[in-house]
């Protein structure tokens, strides 16, 4: 077995979840240094309208690349589950049938999305002074939709098996990369935002590549010598995952579309509140990172433990995994309610528009205990193979969302906040409910 990869069904489980939630922290955390990025270069170098652009495409870029990105996370619970089991034969065949499901749908997707950006940033109610560099900056993001898709694919096929430390690696070196080319393209070349963008997808294919010449020493996903070897996938095995992946995807695209709810009423303030919006979201997209990253080891915790059928050890490690998270949520809480000012003029330079955002992420801040549980919990309902209840959790959050949305979202900058955070808690109890009568019918099962 390949030294990277690892069997979280026996040994310490608070232990391997801590030793596996770090990798993907700091991989994670790598990642929205991409984000982060083009943020600060965007704004300090071009303009705080032109990160207003770069800000309104990114609900766009959650609904779009969400899907595409949420089913090769859904394919992830049955690469797990077969590696729980010890089915490396499946294994094989479920990665290879991902592989080719993911390539079409990109291909796809990219065609009909750089198509339909115009009435997509149109029906968003895009201000005028910022329509032209959000269409840019987008145009190039989904040019880019099958590297992005193949990178998050190969980083979910290592995660499964128990590597986080791989995805880790190769995020640091696309981040590097990533923000000697921002400077390069957007300070030195005055490429505008497309200079940005264009450097976010280069990042991504380095990260892919980086991953993909690790999975070829992985040796569980190497083939035996009396395997046939066919040029098209399974169909059973691509039932099987699209059954699996598309309600993950879905969910993706049904919480992005609450967001672009929420974008809306935002884009009718003016272009001042588009930039407070989208330093705020930058960071509370940087700071769930946390809560995310421990979901997601509790993902392939529980994943190959339901394929090992050991019910008891879930249960142990989802309440560990509620305690650390509940630790990790502690300081970046009390930054958000208590610092606003100091880390949004990191990005903005008008006192106006950090004004706003002083009203928006004390809200944000008091609510990421909920949004870490959430987290837990989703990831938790979804490594047990149900991920039904967590795409109808997606439309609960919609409908919070639009429900506060046009109650408070309307009167003030504030309330879209509380529309924001009240989607959170709303969709945490939801999948609490969820992951306590899932675990008790498999025990019983079992």
């Not at 193949?150 to 990533?178: E, F, H, Y």
């Not at 560990?320 to 930054?335: D, R």
């Not at 928006?360 to 837990?376: N, Y």
């Amino acid at each position: 077995m390949n030294s990277e990869t690892k069997n979280m069904t026996s040994g310490n489980s608070l232990q391997q979840i801590v030793l596996f939630f770090l990798p993907l922290l700091f991989g994670n955390l790598f990642q929205q240094v991409y984000s982060l990025v083009d943020s600060i270069i965007v704004g300090k170098g071009i303009g705080d309208k032109a990160l207003a652009a770069v800000g309104a495409s990114g609900t766009l870029n959650f609904l779009i690349l969400g899907f595409v990105v949420g089913l090769t996370r859904g394919f992830g619970i049955h690469f797990s589950q077969s590696f729980g089991k010890g089915d490396n034969r499946l294994l094989r065949g479920y990665v290879f049938s991902a592989q080719f499901i993911s390539t079409i749908i990109s291909i796809l997707f990219t065609i009909v999305c750089i198509f339909s950006l115009k009435t997509m940033l149109i029906f968003m109610s895009t201000p005028e002074d910022i329509f032209k560099d959000a269409y840019r900056y987008f145009v190039v993001i989904l040019a880019g939709i099958l590297i992005t898709v193949l990178n998050n694919l190969a980083i979910t096929i290592l995660q499964s098996l128990g590597d986080s430390k791989t995805p880790l690696r190769a995020m640091i070196i696309s981040s590097i990369i990533n923000i000697i080319l921002d400077i390069l393209f957007v300070i030195g070349f005055k490429t505008g935002v497309i200079g940005a963008a264009v450097a976010t997808v280069i990042a991504q294919a380095i990260s892919y590549a980086f991953c993909k010449l690790q999975l070829n020493k992985v040796e569980v996903l190497m083939s035996e010598g009396n395997e046939e070897h066919s040029f098209l996938p399974d169909k059973q095995l691509c039932f099987d995952l699209l059954k699996m992946g598309l309600p993950v995807a879905f969910m993706n695209s049904v919480t992005a579309a609450g967001g672009m709810v929420l974008q809306f009423f935002v884009n009718t303030m003016g272009s001042a509140y588009v930039a407070a919006y989208s330093v705020c979201m930058k960071f509370a997209g940087l700071f769930e990172q946390f809560g995310i990253s421990v979901g997601l080891a509790i993902l392939t915790f529980v994943g190959q433990n339901k394929g090992a059928a050991k019910f008891d050890r879930i249960r142990k490690g989802v309440l560990q995994g509620i305690g650390l998270s509940t630790v990790v949520n502690i300081p970046l809480a009390a930054i958000l309610i208590f610092l606003p000012g100091f880390i949004s003029s990191i990005m903005l330079s008008d006192s106006a528009t950090i004004g706003y955002c002083t009203e928006f992420m004390p809200v944000l801040g008091i609510s990421m205990f909920a949004l870490g549980w959430l987290f837990i919990f989703r990831y938790a309902v979804q490594g047990l193979g149900n991920t039904v209840v967590p795409m109808f959790s997606g439309f609960l959050e919609v409908a919070m969302r639009l429900l506060f949305g046009f109650t408070l979202g309307r009167m003030s900058f504030r309330g879209v906040a509380i529309a924001e955070v009240s989607a959170w808690i709303g969709a945490f109890i939801m999948l609490m409910i969820t992951y306590f009568i899932d675990i008790k019918k498999l025990k019983k099962q079992g």
